[in-house]
């Protein structure tokens, strides 16, 4: 059971707009930032967002990252077929330390 | 730009001691903004936190597993390194070490900004 939260799957068509959550508690999301990966199938995860809304360089703005309280949200705007992949958000837990997300799956029709 | 090489083991038998290290190239160890990761991602699931390894040393890990696994550095040979003691069936995973930006302000704020190629381990005998 993952301290954190997320969907197992998301879909859209593509150019659509589709939000993946994540849902934590008071002692990691509500307090701390939050970081999205993606993972296609048989690589490495790549670092998406980091401190809840930043984008390294390189990554479209397609993508973008907020939170509200307890939860935070993916945001993926403008959807490709490139873009499917797994996406897992992860955060500071103040008792387990770094804490992943469960994954969420995301399909392009 | 900075490179990460796991190598080690893809087979290990239960209740021995799986070794693996992460190889770090076009960048320094030694350099203060970062730590030094290990995540797994058994087959099929979530990716799993290990721990993170500072230059001197230094270490944050996941609770949970602390009792098992150690991490070191050696800033020498540019690389970093995680032993598991006791492995299981249900060690078996996707290992991959990465590099670990954090704030000055504090660890509480990091993230994994580049990560290696990672090793599949089976525990089997």
């Known amino acids: 059971q993952s301290v954190l939260t997320q969907p197992p799957s998301a879909s859209g068509a593509p150019g659509q707009r589709v939000t993946i959550s994540c849902s934590g508690g008071k002692s990691n999301i509500e307090i701390h930032t939050v970081n999205w990966y993606q993972q296609v199938p048989g690589t490495a995860p790549k670092l998406l967002i980091y401190r809840t809304h930043l984008r390294p360089s390189g990554v479209p703005d397609r993508f973008s990252g907020s939170k509200s309280g307890t939860s935070a949200s993916l945001a993926i705007s403008g959807l490709q077929s490139e873009d499917e992949a797994h996406y897992y958000c992860?955060?500071?837990?103040?008792?387990?330390?770094?804490?992943f997300g469960g994954g969420t799956q995301l399909t392009v029709l | 730009q900075v490179l990460l090489q796991v190598s080690g083991p893809g087979l290990v038998k239960p209740s021995e001691t799986l070794s693996l290290t992460c190889s770090v190239s076009?960048?320094?160890?030694?350099?203060?903004?970062?730590?030094w990761g290990w995540i797994r991602q058994p087959p099929g699931k979530e990716l799993e936190w290990i721990g993170s390894?500072?230059?001197?040393?230094?270490?944050y890990d996941n609770p949970s597993l602390r009792s098992r696994f150690t991490i070191s550095v050696d800033t020498s040979k540019n690389q970093f390194s995680l032993k598991l003691r006791s492995v299981t069936a249900a060690d078996t995973a996707v290992y991959y070490c990465a590099r670990n930006a954090y704030e000055s302000s504090g660890y509480a704020m990091n993230w994994f900004d580049v990560w290696g190629q990672g090793i599949l381990v089976t525990v089997s005998s």
């Open positions: 390894i500072f230059n001197t040393g230094s270490t």
């Open positions: 076009g960048g320094s160890i030694r350099s203060n903004d970062y730590y």
């Open positions: 992860a955060s500071w837990d103040d008792k387990m330390n770094v804490v």
